[in-house]
């Protein structure tokens, strides 16, 4: 159980739409991530993915079944622990960056970092390392409206991994970019979880990106088949 980063045990979700109307999202779902593994998570829109990826991020809480980080059962603990547990443990990527507009990409990388402690000078020198890594150490001080798709994403990528996390969830991490950039972009990220050893749970429709993950898993109406 020490090399299981995430275990998602039995899951399920159902949302209340109002009277008698309620809609099963998850079907008691199980599955785990090792430690070090890239798992691709193949679903159809619709399928549950965003659901179960925001469940295992702790953003979301499922109706019964339990996940677990690290091995510590994430359905038995307070929300201030969740939120230190989300905060330090876990990094999430949105298809759309996300990122804070008024800010630059080395402060959009900084800011989780002064949040969780960390010193400015620390966290600049830290923002700089992982913007050099993705190849966008020149566009550092650049605010997100002046940076192109794929180099907005790479800002987001950096800015999961600000905090070291455990485990990296992605939820189609490159489905606003056009095909050539999102192949250049994905191979970035494999890079960046690679060299830091990540756990990560990544979420595609595109087989071809799956397959250079360790794993695929195949979600289909709430299942995993």
Do not use: W
């Not at 990220?189 to 250079?212: F, P, Q």
Request: proline share 3%; aromatic share 4%; glycine share 8%.
């Amino acid at each position: 159980m020490n090399n299981v980063i995430l275990k998602i045990d039995k899951l399920t979700k159902a949302y209340n739409m109002g009277k008698s109307n309620e809609v099963k999202v998850l079907h008691g779902i199980s599955l785990q991530v090792a430690k070090g593994e890239v798992v691709a998570l193949v679903a159809p829109s619709g399928a549950g993915k965003s659901t179960l990826l925001h469940i295992a991020g702790l953003l979301d809480s499922p109706n019964d079944g339990t996940v677990a980080i690290g091995g510590e059962d994430m359905t038995k603990i307070g929300d201030r622990k969740r939120t230190a547990v989300r905060r330090n443990d876990v990094g999430f990527i949105y298809q759309f960056h996300h990122l804070l507009h008024e800010f630059t990409a080395l402060e959009n990388i900084v800011l989780p970092q002064l949040a969780n402690g960390i010193a400015q000078s620390l966290a600049e020198a830290h923002a700089v390392e992982l913007l050099t890594r993705v190849g966008v150490k020149s566009r550092a001080n650049h605010r997100p409206a002046a940076l192109s798709g794929g180099e907005q994403q790479r800002v987001a990528f950096c800015r999961a991994l600000a905090n070291n996390p455990k485990l990296l969830l992605a939820d189609e991490p490159t489905g606003n970019l056009d095909p050539g950039t999102s192949d250049r972009v994905f191979s970035v990220l494999m890079e960046l979880v690679r060299s830091t050893g990540l756990s990560a749970l990544i979420a595609t429709h595109n087989l071809e990106l799956a397959a250079r993950m360790d794993r695929i898993v195949r979600l289909e109406a709430g299942l995993i088949v």
